[in-house]
């Protein structure tokens, strides 16, 4: 079953405090991974391997790029999940 | 002490080690003539023809933050550890360039700082557990933190970057002799005029079944699986190979000058040092002992020191048939019959062979030796070599004289790499 958007950025929330240490409640749809959130660019690839596997979809290396916020990644996530 | 700018201190001192996860804690283990030696873990061990080690008193990711720790190779946590403590220790309050509240100049100025840490073996941990990630879970689940962690010069660099060293971020990768190319690099790089502030040492995490199946394989390691803390025994007549260890020796080393400006506490002077090749066998040593001879000339001429200066020995010694007897007579070539009447405190007796951190962890030893003026004991020395005679300090620790005071800390490493130390009180 897919996720729903909530569980979608309570799951980011607990793949960014795995790989960033910031606190999941900081993880708000606003927020910049690299500028907000202290996930780098090698960081970054952590996250969307984490969440490729955890909400079920593929996001390819060219599609990385497009996804600065939290909110970027939840509707990409909610639109391609399997 | 004629403070020039050719003359160079120590100010700092850290390490982490098989006897404690810092510097002062492992000096007291090491008096107490401690074994840090044991049986490794069952379910990874078991089936190697080896099954001991000396492993960290204290686990690095203990101290480090977690999402710090996870980017890390085990052995450039150690690194980063160690050098904590030593730029705490040398007084510094913060990352170069940063100025002391109510001061109007940073301690140190970053153009003026340099990292050197060596390694033996690299962020082999790290190599070898994304391959079972690539193997087990497929190319995706590499992590993309593997080059970053594994590559050699990495403890270096987060060295570097956690004191701000903007002159450069150094790796000496010479074997076992790595930590202590670095401390010898250093003190060029502060007598060339390239910096003022070097913090220098050497790391090593290479407790993993390969390495030690590796090593095992080339009979290098003592087989005493039931008797751990009996495996490594230095000039013992009953020494069968080295016991692997790991950790970390990181010291702070400064110009006499710039030390003085900030008022700093100096542990010792690094003299000099003397670097060699044997060219004689990509891992036997030259039983001859003749580049070790050379590279303890070479320390010793460096430091304008004859026999009659040196007061204390910490030898390479690691308890390997061969290699022990030809560290001594090259000794007695080298000091005469002083030999026979110095001091020689064999502390892998205690620490293991920690490898690439080994010349950096006795550097530390060594300076404190001299400091404290207390060599520390040798363990497990029941029947001395009949090949070896010197005056090994034995159990308990042995006061040293008072007044000037010498020394010479050995390290050699495989590929015929010598590397000697020679360090005086300040």
New interface residues.
């Given amino acids: 079953m897919a996720a729903t958007k909530e569980e979608i950025v309570s799951g980011l929330a607990e793949i960014v405090n795995e ?3 910031v606190p999941t409640e900081d993880v708000q749809l606003d927020k910049s991974f690299i500028d907000d959130l202290d996930v780098d660019s ?2 970054m ?2 996250v969307v ?1 984490a969440a ?1 596997e955890r909400f079920d979809v593929k996001i390819p290396d060219d599609d990385v790029k497009n996804l600065k916020t939290v909110g970027d990644a939840v509707e990409y996530i909610l639109s391609h999940q399997g | 002490m004629n403070a020039t700018s050719r003359t160079v201190v120590v100010t700092g001192l850290g390490a982490t080690t098989p006897l404690g996860g810092d510097a002062s804690s492992t000096w007291e283990a090491l008096l107490a003539g401690r074994s840090g030696a044991d049986k490794l873990p069952e379910e990874l061990f078991g089936e190697l023809p080896v099954r001991i080690g000396a492993p960290a008193k204290v686990e690095p990711t203990e101290v480090l933050p977690r999402v710090q720790a996870r980017k890390l190779d085990r052995s450039a946590q150690f690194a980063l550890i160690a050098a904590r403590e030593a730029w705490a220790d040398a007084g510094f309050t913060g990352p170069a360039g940063s100025v002391p509240e109510g001061a109007s100049e940073p301690e140190a100025v970053p153009t003026r700082v340099a990292a050197v840490v060596g390694t033996g073996i690299g962020g082999v941990t790290t190599l070898l557990g994304q391959y079972d990630n690539l193997k087990n879970s497929g190319p995706r689940k590499v992590s993309p933190h593997t080059v970053p962690m594994l590559m050699p010069n990495s403890p270096a660099a987060n060295v570097g970057l956690e004191v701000n060293a903007k002159v450069a971020a150094h790796t000496t990768v010479s074997a076992c002799a790595s930590g202590a190319e670095a401390i010898g690099y250093a003190l060029d790089i502060i007598r060339a005029g390239r910096a003022d502030v070097v913090i220098c040492g050497g790391t090593e995490a290479a407790i993993h079944p390969l390495p030690l199946a590796a090593f095992a394989n080339m009979m290098a390691l003592s087989k005493r699986n039931d008797e751990p803390e009996l495996a490594s025994r230095p000039f013992d007549a009953g020494r069968d190979g080295f016991l692997l260890g790991e950790g970390a020796g990181i010291l702070v080393l400064e110009s006499a000058e710039h030390a003085a400006r900030r008022g700093a506490r100096v542990y010792a002077e690094i003299a000099g040092s003397g670097v060699s090749a044997d060219s004689h066998h990509i891992a036997q040593p030259d039983p001859t002992g003749s580049g070790v001879e050379r590279a303890l000339r070479a320390a010793m001429e460096d430091a304008g020191m004859t026999a009659e200066d040196i007061d204390h020995v910490n030898p390479h010694a690691t308890s390997t048939p061969l290699g022990d007897t030809a560290e001594a007579q090259a000794l007695h070539r080298v000091l005469g019959e002083r030999a026979s009447a110095i001091p020689v405190s064999a502390t892998k007796s205690m620490t293991g062979h920690t490898l690439g951190a080994a010349g950096a962890i006795e550097a530390v030893f060594t300076v404190l030796a001299l400091h404290e003026r207390l060599a520390p004991p040798t363990i497990n020395l029941d029947e001395v070599d009949a090949d070896v005679d010197l005056d090994i300090v034995v159990d308990e620790p042995r006061k040293l004289a008072d007044g000037p005071l010498g020394a010479l800390s050995n390290s050699f490493g495989f590929g015929g790499a010598n590397v000697v130390l020679a360090i005086r009180t300040a």
């Fill in positions: 790989v960033a240490g090698l960081s690839v952590e391997v490729e």
